[in-house]
T-cell receptor, first 114, second 116 residues
Framework: DQQVKQNSPSLSVQEGRISILNCDYTNSMFDYFLWYKKYPAEGPTFLIS?????DKNEDGRFTVFLNKSAKHLSLHIVPSQPGDSAVYFCAASEANFGNEKLTFGTGTRLTIIP | DTGVSQNPRHKITKRGQNVTFRCDPISEHNRLYWYRQTLGQGPEFLTY????????KSRLLSDRFSAERPKGSFSTLEIQRTEQGDSAMYLC??????????????FGSGTRLTVV
């Protein structure tokens, strides 16, 4: 049972435009959500997180939006740069219930076209 | 280098052999995690330690898998009697307690296991 879903395996965006990556979840107990970025032959790198008590968190070019009623979150990258080309994973946890495990989605491969 | 270090980077083994992987976390991190990633999937949780105590194990971790963190520093993951289905990237990560799920773990580059 896939509790965290990224339904778009790939996405191509022109350099300078906005990249929007989407993630849906099914577990109502999830209360923290994270985005990771992964380059080939490297481990995932933490990008940004959001608590379920918020609906938006911003860090530079990266903004995560959370819609709890729809069980949906998205990552916006503005403006997109060639170095953003990577696989992006959405992850979720039941952090406030003392559960340290992260549940990951299957990833979206983002390609920025120069 | 203050990152998470994993050795070896690649391991090819014959079915039925035992393999052991090592992870050296960031020195001040007291939590250490093992995840497994197969092609086209996201990382899947296997187990985690706080200091030397193993606090949770996934159902994915069959009896052939064992993980240790004897002195609360480095960790080893052993797979006995390997099967072709064990072929995957094994990722180690570390964090400070109570911060990993809020501010993200630091992952190593992984050990890629191929069972032939």
């Amino acid at each position: 049972d896939q509790q965290v879903k990224q339904n778009s395996p790939s996405l191509s965006v022109q350099e300078g435009r906005i990249s929007i990556l989407n993630c849906d979840y099914t577990n109502s107990m999830f209360d923290y959500f994270l985005w990771y970025k992964k380059y080939p032959a490297e481990g995932p790198t933490f990008l940004i997180s959001i608590s379920s008590i918020k609906d938006k968190n911003e860090d530079g070019r990266f903004t995560v939006f959370l819609n709890k009623s729809a069980k949906h979150l998205s990552l916006h990258i503005v403006p997109s740069q060639p170095g953003d080309s990577a696989v992006y994973f959405c992850a979720a946890s039941e952090a406030n219930f003392g559960n340290e495990k992260l549940t990951f989605g299957t990833g979206t491969r983002l390609t920025i076209i120069p | 280098d203050t990152g998470v270090s994993q050795n070896p980077r690649h391991k090819i083994t014959k079915r039925g052999q035992n393999v052991t992987f090592r992870c050296d976390p960031i020195s001040e991190h007291n939590r250490l995690y093992w995840y497994r990633q197969t092609l086209g999937q996201g990382p899947e949780f296997l187990t985690y330690f706080q200091n030397e105590a193993q606090l949770e194990k996934s159902r994915l971790l069959s009896d052939r898998f064992s993980a240790e963190r004897p002195k609360g520093s480095f960790s080893t993951l052993e797979i006995q009697r390997t099967e072709q289905g064990d072929s995957a990237m094994y990722l180690c990560a570390s964090s400070l307690a109570d911060r990993g799920t809020h501010y993200g773990y630091t992952f190593g580059s992984g050990t890629r296991l191929t069972v032939v």
